[in-house]
């Protein structure tokens, strides 16, 4: 029987069972909170949408700050009465609309391009809407950070009284990786916050200190109001459905009926993460002429999903990417194409185009509806097409660990050539872009001109209740498009109206977007100010908590061992980033990729355990020397290259090659962690490490993602020479 880690008890409450079940308990509701709070943080305050980093830097900042506190009081309520606040917050309209407005404060940045910004008409505006945004940031962060600081100690504890350290570690893999998986299952079947939090209640359940009545009914009344607050927070008055996918949460609103209202588009509203989206709109004859008010005669027939459809002579084939709630489709069927094939990346919209679209597209057994990200279609794609088009493909969030949009590999040099391939002779492509900024759609304008060899012409279309409008770019065959063009007096004539009233003139100055600088929202190579900002609200924050929570010491106490742990987090979290980026373009930017790239990394550690448990002798610079070699080895290694090799094989190269080095890394923290003194510390420096590491992923908008691996070179190099001295091999802890 082991001695327990809690003699000295400190705190309100218990480890269940014994260590090793706390240990895989405590680890898997910590990556199942951490993903929980970054999802739902970044649907419900958008700028965290296109900044999920930050609430990841803020959680393994809570974490690290846990372990290298453990031995301080592990008080429960306090993480219950600061998540019994967010969600308050969130739950309280008049809160959430003041939560809301940060993202709008922040926006007045023009660096960094939100959806709906603000305007500043002075400096001295810009600096108080920006010093508001960065204190209900700062508020946010605090909340979030003082939720995981007692759920690390937790952890530090266990891990550092446990008396077999290999085995004590990987209870803790394996509970991050049923963590990571319970929320992806949660999120794949589209379950609201409500049942994130039961959920949540449960696993935390189990750590109640039963012995004490008065704090246990205190937990449990806090965790009761937690779970009603996020029922309240989840719910959407006046909505027809609310679907949390596995990417955004998706409202649809059924329109007011207002005839000439431009911002009553459509049938039904659609929104994504609070924000506008699209609309689902029936532009089906009947619908049309029964409500002669509100469509303009002119424009009938001449819709912006009508348009590339006449711009060939004779379309049979088509392919829709970006195929939202399906009015592209619904375009393609009144005008009788025989093979439609609909891609859209994300389910929950599928199903709302599927239910409540009126023209019934996606029930229709011309098209072929596919649940695939744009680019991995195009990679697995060996048929042409007459008319390619690129729907309204606009991102409002990042993947879960990156700071790459959705959206952002779409749109690449790289990509829009393999869209290229997928034309038949004579082909038309047609990209749709709602540019807030001239930037952009130069930047969109120049990447086709450079795949095509001539400029494409470019629309830009007013918003009508025939559609939100937006840029129009038309490349391929553009002889064939101008001649159908006038072959059409009506669209020739509504053309000329648009191109007098909106001309479009671009300097095609703007650098391209390509797979190792994919950031089509930012004018040039550089690190957004909000990026500064933010990475000093970080260090007010460590100030302010590491004072809040009897931290003070922390430097003081600082040593070799620790910076060695540090940069091997640093290291390891560019690492999972970069992989994370590499797969995308090779694989697709899917959830079920991100979730596996990340679920690989996790078994790789559990097999780098196993190997450090069965052979301890052996040699840390053979290990180092291969970590290394298998990094370079990425950095010279295009993984696009494989995009030929059929999905299976193409997944098993990619993801064998990306987590490689993970295998090696996960030997060299094994070896030190195994044997070194204060493992809850060790972590902790681990922990902080990462944090840096996610901070240092703003660099890729300077350098380009594949720079990374030559950063993630240099930490692990850093984390040979601060090796603290420890014995030479892993000791067998059986």
């Known amino acids: 029987m082991h001695k327990s880690p809690f003699s000295v008890k400190k705190g309100d409450y218990q480890v269940p069972w014994n260590i090793a079940w706390g240990i895989f308990l405590i680890s898997t509701q910590a990556l199942f909170l951490e993903m929980l709070l970054i999802r739902w943080i970044s649907t419900e305050i958008r700028i965290f949408a296109y900044l999920q980093n930050t609430v990841l830097v803020v959680c393994f900042f809570g974490l690290g700050l846990g372990c290298f506190t453990s031995r301080q009081p592990v008080v429960l309520r306090n993480m219950l009465f600061s998540l019994l606040l967010l969600t308050a917050l969130f739950a309280i309209p008049l809160t959430m609309k003041g939560l809301r407005s940060i993202s709008l404060f922040l926006s007045v940045l023009e660096d960094f391009v939100v959806w709906s910004n603000a305007v500043s008409k002075s400096p001295w505006q810009t600096i108080l809407c920006v010093a508001v945004g ?25 891990l550092d009284s446990h008396p077999k350290p290999i085995w004590a570690y990987s209870v803790n893999v394996a509970g991050s990786l049923v963590g990571t998986w319970l929320f992806v299952l949660l999120s794949m079947l589209h379950q609201p916050p409500l049942i994130w939090f039961v959920v949540f209640g449960g696993l935390l359940f189990f750590f109640f200190d039963r012995s004490k009545r008065g704090i246990f ?6 965790l009761l109001g937690i779970i009603l607050f996020s029922w309240l927070a989840g719910r959407e008055p006046g909505s027809l459905e609310v679907v949390w996918s596995p990417y955004q949460k998706l409202v649809l609103s059924k329109s007011d009926g207002r005839e000439k209202d431009p911002r009553n588009i459509g049938l039904y509203q659609i929104t994504v993460n609070n924000a506008q989206y699209q609309e689902i709109i029936d532009l089906s004859p009947e619908n049309i002429e029964s409500h002669p008010k509100r ?21 049979k084939k088509i392919l829709i990417v970006g195929a939202g709630s399906g009015n592209d489709a619904a375009a393609a069927i009144r005008h009788q194409i025989k093979q439609i094939t609909a891609v859209e990346i994300d389910p929950a919209i599928i199903y709302l185009g599927r239910r409540y679209h009126p023209e019934r597209p996606y029930r229709n057994p011309r098209v072929q509806v596919v649940n695939d990200d744009a680019r991995s279609f195009f990679a697995n794609c060996q048929e042409q097409y007459d008319v390619i088009i690129f729907g309204m493909l606009d991102s409002h969030t990042t993947t879960t660990m990156t700071n790459a949009r959705l959206d952002h590999y779409v749109y690449t040099r790289e990509s829009l050539a393999k869209a290229k391939s997928l034309l038949a002779p004579g082909g038309i492509m047609t990209l749709n872009f709602f540019a807030t900024r001239t930037f952009i759609a130069d930047r969109m304008a120049k990447a086709l001109r450079s795949v095509f060899q001539i400029p494409p012409l470019i629309l830009r279309i007013p918003s009508t209740p025939y559609g939100r409008g937006g840029f129009m770019f038309i490349s391929g065959d553009l002889a064939a498009a101008r001649e159908m063009i006038q072959q059409n007096p009506r669209l020739a004539s509504l053309i000329q109206k648009w191109q007098q009233d909106w001309p479009v003139s671009l300097p095609y100055t703007t650098p391209i977007a390509t797979d190792d600088w994919p950031y089509i929202y930012l004018k040039s190579p550089r690190i957004p100010l909000l990026y500064y900002l933010l990475a000093g609200l970080m260090v007010v924050l460590f100030l302010v908590s590491a004072k809040l929570w009897q931290a003070d010491g922390i430097l003081s106490r600082w040593v070799t061992a620790h910076w060695h742990f540090f940069f091997l987090g640093a290291a390891f979290l560019l690492l999972e980033v970069q992989n994370i980026s590499k797969a995308s373009v090779a694989l697709g930017n899917t959830w079920e990729v991100n979730a596996v790239i990340i679920s690989g990394v996790l078994v790789m550690i559990l097999f780098a355990n196993f190997v450090a448990y069965r052979f301890p002798g052996l040699s840390l610079r053979l290990v180092y020397a291969c970590l290394i070699g298998t990094c370079l080895g990425l950095y010279l290694i295009d993984l696009a290259s494989f995009a030929f090799l059929p999905y299976a094989t193409k997944a098993m190269v990619v993801g064998g090659l990306t987590t490689l080095p993970m295998f090696f890394s996960g030997i060299v923290f094994i070896h030190s962690f195994a044997v070194v003194a204060g493992k809850d510390e060790a972590l902790g420096a681990n922990l902080i490490g990462a944090l840096v590491g996610a901070l240092l992923q703003s660099v890729t908008f300077i350098t380009g993602i594949k720079a990374l691996l030559l950063i993630v070179v240099a930490l692990y190099l850093a984390s040979f020479f601060t090796r603290p001295n420890l014995s030479s091999s892993v000791q067998p802890y059986r």
């Open 134 to 158: 960065l204190f209900g940031t700062f508020a946010t962060m605090m909340v979030v950070l003082n939720i995981f600081v007692p759920v690390g100690r937790v952890l530090g504890r266990l």
């Open 217 to 222: 009914y205190l937990n449990l009344l806090l």
């Open 295 to 315: 469509y303009d005669p002119e424009m009938r027939g001449l819709s912006q999903y009508d348009i590339p459809l006449l711009l060939h002579p004779s379309p």
